[in-house]
């Protein structure tokens, strides 16, 4: 089945500089690569996606890239603020798998002033 | 505004007590999941469902049951809570087809079990 690995689990960036999380993932079958965003005592959301057939997609400061020879894909942060301190799951959706999302376990990212 | 609703946020019972934890959605969606996440931030399936009268296991184990008698609603029920399950639970929804647009969480109930 589906595997996804995501790194670095714990990551701190000085306010104003990029942020960059990885993900890979096993099953050359996943087509859809969602990336939640969770705040502190909230649910995860949905801040950005991507699909196979896409290479990069952005929206203001935040980006996704996605390889799929390599089966990697990103999430870049540029400009940091404050307010993007959270943890950050990345996805990925296999096809004809029921359409459960498979998560990474998470990157904290602390944003340091 | 569609969305998705769960109740309480916060919850300290006793061991041994039945809780039922809420979760309603207003967007339609026939596929609904409950997750377990615990302090290191991994979420963990324990539940999902395609529909009414719809519902299975996911891939952690857990003693809680679900039930899915009308589409919007989809609770989560411990019969005799213990400090084990103390836990972060996230509620979720999505639509079809596949892959559609990934998931809509709650906001969570945190669960202590004391």
Redesign the interface.
């Known amino acids: 089945g589906e595997n996804v690995e995501q790194h670095p689990s714990t990551l701190s960036v000085q306010e104003g500089d990029s942020a960059v999380i990885k993900c890979t993932y096993s099953d050359s079958a996943s087509?859809?690569f969602?990336w939640?965003k969770?705040e502190l005592?909230?649910?995860?959301?949905?801040i950005i996606?991507i699909r196979s057939n896409v290479g990069e997609k952005k929206d203001q400061r935040i980006a996704v890239t996605l390889n799929k020879t390599a089966k990697h894909f990103s999430l870049h942060i540029t400009e940091t603020q404050p307010e993007d301190s959270a943890?950050y799951?990345c996805?990925a959706?296999p096809?004809?798998?029921?359409?459960?999302?498979i998560?990474g376990?998470?990157t904290?990212l602390h944003i340091l002033p | 505004e569609a969305d998705i609703y769960q109740t309480p946020r916060y919850l300290v019972i006793g061991t041994g007590k039945k809780i039922t934890l809420e979760c309603s959605q207003t967007m339609g969606h026939d596929k609904m999941y409950w997750y377990q996440q615990d302090p290191g931030m991994e979420l963990h399936l324990i539940h999902y469902s395609y529909g009414v009268n719809s519902t299975e296991k996911g891939d952690l184990s857990s003693e809680s049951t679900v039930s899915r008698i009308r589409t919007e609603h989809f609770p989560l029920t411990l019969e005799s809570a213990r400090p084990s399950h103390t836990s972060q639970y996230l509620c979720a929804s999505s639509e079809d087809p596949p892959g559609g647009n990934g998931y809509t969480f709650g906001s969570g109930t945190r669960l202590t079990v004391v």
Do not use: H, S
């Open positions: 087509n859809y969602p939640y969770q005592g909230k649910g995860p959301q949905l996606d943890v799951f996805a959706i096809l004809n798998r029921d359409d459960k999302i998560f376990k998470g904290r």
